[in-house]
C-alpha cells in the first residue's frame, strides 16, 4: 500500500503545482521507510501503535469471532487512542500553507533562507 500511496503522491504532485501529500494511518503496518525518494511529504500514524498481527486479525474475520474477541479489541483500542498531537501536527502543516506568508526580508536575511 505504501508504494500505491507514493504513486498517488506523485501523480497529484505533477496534477497540482505545490500540492503537498501526508499519508494518515491508523495504524503502522510496515517497516518505517524513508519518504525522501518519494512525493509523500510526511507520514501520520494516528495512534502511534503498530497494528494487531495477523494471527490475532484472523479471529475478527467472522461474526462470532468479533463477538468472541470484542472485550479484547476494545482494551486494544482502549490502550492505543487516537493522539491528538499527530492531529494538530496535520492542522498545524494545513494551517501554514492557508497563510502563505510573503517572507520578510529582514527575517530572510537574519536566518539565511527563504
Not at 505545490?18 to 519518504?35: F, I, K, N, R
Not at 479471529?59 to 482502549?78: I, K, V
Amino acid at each position: 500500500m505504501f508504494q500505491e500511496a507514493a504513486a498517488t503522491a506523485h501523480d497529484v504532485k505533477t496534477a497540482v503545482a505545490g500540492a503537498e501529500y501526508y499519508l494518515l494511518c491508523e495504524w503502522l503496518d510496515m517497516t518505517p521507510v524513508s519518504t525522501v525518494g518519494t512525493d509523500i511529504d510526511e507520514v501520520l500514524i494516528l495512534r502511534g501503535a503498530r497494528r494487531l498481527p495477523a494471527h490475532v486479525r484472523q479471529h475478527f474475520a467472522t461474526s462470532p469471532g468479533r463477538r468472541a474477541h470484542r472485550e479484547e479489541y476494545a482494551d486494544f483500542l482502549r490502550s492505543h487512542p487516537l493522539r491528538t498531537d499527530v492531529f494538530w501536527r496535520l492542522v498545524e502543516r494545513i494551517r501554514a500553507l492557508l497563510i502563505g506568508e510573503e517572507p520578510v526580508e529582514a527575517d530572510v536575511l537574519r536566518d539565511g533562507f527563504f
